[in-house]
Nanobody, 119 residues
Framework: QVQLVESGGGLVQAGDSLRLSCIAS????????MGWFRQAPGKEREFVAE????????DYADSVKGRFTISRDNAKNTVYLQMNSLKVEDTAVYYC????????????WGQGTQVTVSS
């Protein structure tokens, strides 16, 4: 198992930036593909970005391409989500998640961190 703890959320204005962090503990961090998801009020949870263990494969949702950057530091067991040019519609609870490739299912989830973008 792996335990995930997110941090870095907050209240910002449209156009601002935030960096979310997710620290993993437990089993070997490099086993996992790490992802970020988000859930806005009244909406289903949606994929934001993911990063393979070596950072060789990185994918983004179309809605965040060019604005968000996922990265990981395996020495620190940490994955990051740099969010630039934030929009009001980015407001959501952001979750860090882990899966063991090649399986597609994210098995482990953090508790989430709130990101609120005001106009």
């Amino acid at each position: 198992q792996v335990q995930l703890v997110e941090s870095g959320g907050g209240l910002v204005q449209a156009g601002d930036s935030l960096r979310l962090s997710c620290i993993a503990s437990g089993r070997t961090f490099t086993m996992y593909t790490m992802g970020w998801f988000r859930q806005a009020p009244g909406k289903e949870r949606e994929f934001v970005a993911e990063c393979s263990w070596s950072s060789y494969r990185i994918d983004y949702a179309d809605s965040v391409k060019g604005r968000f950057t996922i990265s990981r530091d395996n020495a620190k067991n940490t994955v990051y989500l740099q969010m630039n040019s934030l929009k009001v519609e980015d407001t959501a609870v952001y979750y860090c998640a882990a899966r063991v490739p090649p399986g597609p299912t994210y098995e482990y989830w953090g508790q989430g961190t709130q990101v609120t973008v005001s106009s």
